[in-house]
Every structure is written in C-alpha cells, then in structure tokens.
C-alpha cells in the first residue's frame, strides 16, 4: 500500500470537514452581496446598520476565534463543532423571523459566535496522518475560494426569488446539514493530537504577534477583507444606480469570479514555482489600488463598474491564495498553527472594521467616498508591501519522532541536513517541526535521517 495515499477513513474525514466548513462560510459570503439593497427595506435600516450587520459577524468570529479553538482540547473537536453550529443555526433564524434591522444584527452576531474554524482544523489533523495532513488542510484552504465564489451567485438569486428572510432560513438548513454531517459522516477519535502546525499553542502568541513579518502578512488579511467588505456595502447599490436591477448582479459575479478563478493560476506558478512571491504580491495590491480607483470614478457607468469588479476579484483570489502560503512560509518551526489562528483572527478583524466603516461612510457620504477610502488603504498597504523580504520558500513538516534520551543530538543532525532551515523537537509531544526545502531534501529523507537517529 502506497503510504502518502489516503485510507477510507482520511478522506471520509477530509471531504466531510471540507463540506461542514464550506456550508458554515456560506452563511457569511451569500448575504454579503445582497444585505445593503433588500436590507434597506427593513425597519430603521439605514446604509450605516446594514455595514454593522454585514461587519458584526466579523467581529464575534475575531472575539471567539481563539478561545474556541483552544477549549475544543478539552470538551473535543466534535462537540464545539456541532455547539457552534447550533448557535449559528439559532443566528440564523433570528435573522430569517426578523423584520428589523436590529434583529438581523443580532442574528447576525450570534452567526459569527459559532466560530468553529480552528476546532475543524484541529479534528482533521487528529484523523489524518502526517504525510497527508498537507492535502487535507489544502482541500480546506480550496473549499474557501468555491465557497465565496457560489455564495456570490446564489446569494442573490435565491434573495430575488425568495425574500431575505428565506436566504437566511436557506442558510439555517445548511448548517443544520453540516451538524447532520458532523454526527454521521465525519469520523470519531477520542486522541487529541497536539499539532503545532495546525493547533495554536498557549505561550505561544507572543512569539508570533512580535515576529514583524508576520506582522506585516496580519495587517495584510485585515486590509484585504477591510477592502471586500466595504466595496460590498456600496457596489450592489452603485449597480442599480446603473440601470443593473439587483436580481442581475449573480450575472457579473459568476462571470468576474470565472475568470478571475482561471487567470490567477499562471501568477500563483510564478510566485510558487518561479519563486516570484514578493513581485506577485506587490503586484496585486497594486491592483486592488487600481480597482478601487475605477470603482471610485466608475459612477453609473455598467461597464466601467464590471472592469473595477472584475480588476478587484481578480486581485483578492489571488491575494486569498498566496497569504496562508506565506503566513506558513514565515512562521518560525511549530509555531504554524498560532500564526494561522492569528491571521485567521485578523481576517474576521478585517470584515468586521470593513462592514461597519463602509457602511458609515455610505450614510455620511456617498458610495464613491467608500471606494475613494478604499483607495487610501490600498495606498497604505502598498507602502506596507514595499518594505516586505522575499520570504524564505519552505514547506512545514512534523515528524514523530522515537523517545530519545538525546534530543539535541537530533536537532544537530536535522539543522546540519540539506535543504533543512529549520528546525524544532518538542521530546514530550514525540515531534519535529522542521522547516525544508523541497527543492532540496523530503519528508521521506526527513523521516529516514529521524529513524537512523
């Protein structure tokens, strides 16, 4: 049997996960391009409570991220998984029985409570081995990027044919599934694997929140999704100002994300393969500036709002795609799974500071006053960019290790080997957290350099 070749019981886990995570993200994308047109209709709606219903869950993801994927090691991954689902469920429904704005607020922040992320991590690495851990957590990392792009098409037709308050009974079922998927699907175990590489780590976020590099790849999340979530508090309404009724706007969004989803793949070889990371980087929040500038002089022009849409989808996909991959290609040896939970933390920062700012100044201002901030952020995270090092291109490996007597003998030995940069034994969790080249050396070469130890 080829070992890097999953069993049964990895890909049940894997692909039950993946669908658990992507119908929970459901609930926050397939609202997001429809809140401020239907929204309006609510009682006392106004543009700046639509941006604070759209930014709240941000803001209970950001608050509960952390503490949820920590307590999942003592009440177990399944149980926070499904209590996290109940209350967006519970979310959900305020939302869908609602006929004011302030009850989907509400609804709204009990969605973002249920914060679940870091507990589906953590079981998929319990059920995976470490030789195919990658696979699983870049299946995840995928199911991200189809999610938002459905949520973005479905989103819309089922508001124009149903209601609001069906899309947000729509979006209890599905979490309501994910439970069902969770309970019957997704396997069991009662051992708690203590992974650095996909768990945080108590200790240890003062270590990585004072790592400037990491820094820098934080404040760049947080500006992406400030830059997604205040466009999307004034695009939809810039549309129809346009003559484009919001039962047409899936139309742009599939067509935008299409393409943006095929063009970005050559840039992501050049910055992977070609090793081009800070080039490409740089480049794409060039990019959102530039989108964000066509948004901005766009007006009520269709065509001109569809070129910034489809410049700023463009962008984001790609940023979307190579942020986790430098987050793991910064982060020192074992500290992988904090500096995810940190990042992933910023992010829900990120949609919370976007939501309620663009929102604020939709009321006060106007819609191109929005796109005009959204320049100056991009504007600010450029400077940001410029100052950012071609990052070191290395993978993260954890490898069990035997009980030895002489765990510095075996780091020495790792550090001295080819392609290895770093290197970290933890002897009381029997691993390796070593950072390598894979141009250079392997897991395979790992795990045999370890055995001869």
Same mark, same amino acid.
């Given at each position: 049997?080829?070992?890097?070749?999953?069993?049964?019981?990895?890909?049940?886990?894997?692909?039950?996960?993946?669908?658990?995570?992507?119908?929970?993200?459901?609930?926050?994308?397939?609202?997001?391009?429809?809140?401020?047109?239907?929204?309006? &209709? =609510?009682?006392?709606?106004?543009?700046? @409570?639509?941006? /604070?219903? !759209?930014? #709240?869950?941000? $803001?209970?993801?950001?608050?509960?991220?952390?503490?949820?994927?920590?307590?999942?090691?003592?009440?177990?991954?399944?149980?926070?998984?499904?209590?996290?689902?109940?209350?967006?469920?519970?979310?959900?429904?305020?939302?869908?029985?609602?006929?004011?704005?302030?009850?989907?607020?509400?609804?709204?922040?009990?969605?973002?409570?249920?914060?679940?992320?870091?507990?589906?991590?953590?079981?998929?690495?319990?059920?995976?081995?470490?030789?195919?851990?990658?696979?699983?957590?870049?299946?995840?990392?995928?199911?991200?990027?189809?999610?938002?792009?459905?949520?973005?098409?479905?989103?819309?037709?089922?508001?124009?044919?149903?209601?609001?308050? &069906? =899309?947000?009974?729509?979006?209890?079922? @599905?979490?309501? /599934?994910? !439970?069902? #998927?969770?309970? $019957?699907?997704?396997?069991?175990?009662?051992?708690?694997?203590?992974?650095?590489?996909?768990?945080?780590?108590?200790?240890?976020?003062?270590?990585?929140?004072?790592?400037?590099?990491?820094?820098?790849?934080?404040?760049?999340?947080?500006?992406?999704?400030?830059?997604?979530?205040?466009?999307?508090?004034?695009?939809?309404?810039?549309?129809?100002?346009?003559?484009?009724?919001?039962?047409?706007?899936?139309?742009?969004?599939?067509?935008?994300?299409?393409?943006?989803?095929?063009?970005?793949?050559?840039?992501?070889?050049?910055?992977?393969?070609?090793?081009?990371?800070?080039?490409?980087?740089?480049?794409?929040?060039?990019?959102?500036?530039? &989108?964000?500038?066509?948004?901005?002089?766009?007006?009520?022009?269709?065509?001109?709002?569809?070129?910034?849409?489809?410049?700023?989808?463009?962008?984001?996909?790609?940023?979307?795609?190579?942020?986790?991959?430098?987050?793991?290609?910064?982060?020192?040896?074992?500290?992988?799974?904090?500096?995810?939970?940190?990042?992933?933390?910023?992010?829900?920062?990120?949609?919370?500071?976007?939501?309620?700012?663009?929102?604020?100044?939709?009321?006060?201002?106007?819609?191109?006053?929005?796109?005009?901030?959204?320049?100056?952020?991009?504007?600010?995270?450029?400077?940001?960019?410029?100052?950012?090092?071609?990052?070191?291109?290395?993978?993260?490996?954890?490898?069990?290790?035997?009980?030895?007597?002489?765990?510095?003998?075996?780091?020495?030995?790792?550090?001295?080997?080819?392609?290895?940069?770093?290197?970290?034994?933890?002897?009381?969790?029997?691993?390796?957290?070593?950072?390598?080249?894979?141009?250079?050396?392997?897991?395979?070469?790992?795990?045999?350099?370890?055995?001869?130890?």
């Amino acid at each position: 049997m080829n070992d890097n070749k999953m069993t049964p019981l990895e890909l049940r886990a894997t692909w039950g996960l993946g669908t658990v995570f992507s119908l929970r993200m459901l609930g926050m994308f397939m609202v997001l391009p429809v809140l401020t047109t239907y929204g309006m &209709a =609510l009682q006392g709606a106004t543009e700046g @409570l639509i941006g /604070l219903a !759209i930014g #709240i869950y941000g $803001l209970a993801q950001a608050i509960f991220q952390i503490p949820f994927g920590l307590l999942s090691d003592r009440v177990g991954r399944k149980p926070l998984i499904v209590g996290g689902l109940l209350v967006f469920v519970l979310g959900s429904i305020v939302a869908a029985t609602t006929t004011s704005i302030w009850g989907i607020i509400l609804g709204r922040a009990l969605q973002g409570s249920g914060a679940i992320a870091a507990a589906v991590m953590a079981l998929l690495s319990d059920l995976t081995r470490e030789q195919n851990r990658t696979k699983a957590m870049a299946f995840i990392g995928v199911s991200f990027g189809v999610t938002f792009a459905i949520a973005m098409v479905v989103g819309p037709i089922v508001t124009h044919h149903l209601g609001l308050h &069906a =899309l947000f009974w729509m979006i209890a079922v @599905l979490a309501a /599934l994910g !439970i069902i #998927i969770t309970l $019957l699907i997704v396997p069991s175990t009662s051992e708690h694997v203590l992974n650095r590489e996909s768990g945080m780590v108590k200790g240890s976020f003062r270590d990585v929140l004072a790592n400037p590099k990491l820094l820098k790849l934080n404040a760049g999340i947080l500006f992406l999704h400030i830059l997604l979530m205040s466009s999307f508090v004034a695009l939809p309404g810039e549309f129809e100002q346009a003559g484009f009724p919001a039962a047409e706007h899936w139309k742009v969004y599939l067509v935008t994300m299409l393409i943006a989803f095929v063009g970005v793949v050559p840039f992501i070889i050049i910055a992977e393969v070609k090793r081009k990371m800070k080039l490409v980087f740089v480049s794409c929040v060039a990019l959102l500036l530039v &989108a964000e500038l066509v948004l901005w002089q766009a007006g009520a022009h269709f065509w001109t709002l569809v070129v910034g849409v489809q410049l700023f989808f463009f962008a984001f996909n790609l940023m979307e795609a190579i942020l986790p991959s430098l987050i793991s290609k910064e982060s020192p040896a074992g500290y992988k799974g904090t500096a995810m939970g940190i990042y992933s933390t910023s992010q829900f920062l990120g949609v919370a500071i976007g939501g309620s700012m663009g929102g604020w100044v939709f009321q006060h201002v106007d819609a191109q006053a929005v796109f005009l901030l959204g320049a100056g952020i991009a504007i600010l995270w450029l400077l940001v960019s410029l100052t950012m090092q071609e990052p070191p291109y290395v993978s993260s490996l954890r490898v069990v290790i035997p009980h030895t007597d002489n765990a510095e003998l075996l780091e020495q030995r790792l550090r001295q080997a080819p392609g290895v940069s770093n290197v970290l034994i933890i002897p009381e969790e029997r691993a390796a957290y070593i950072k390598i080249d894979s141009k250079t050396t392997n897991r395979e070469a790992i795990e045999a350099l370890v055995s001869a130890n």
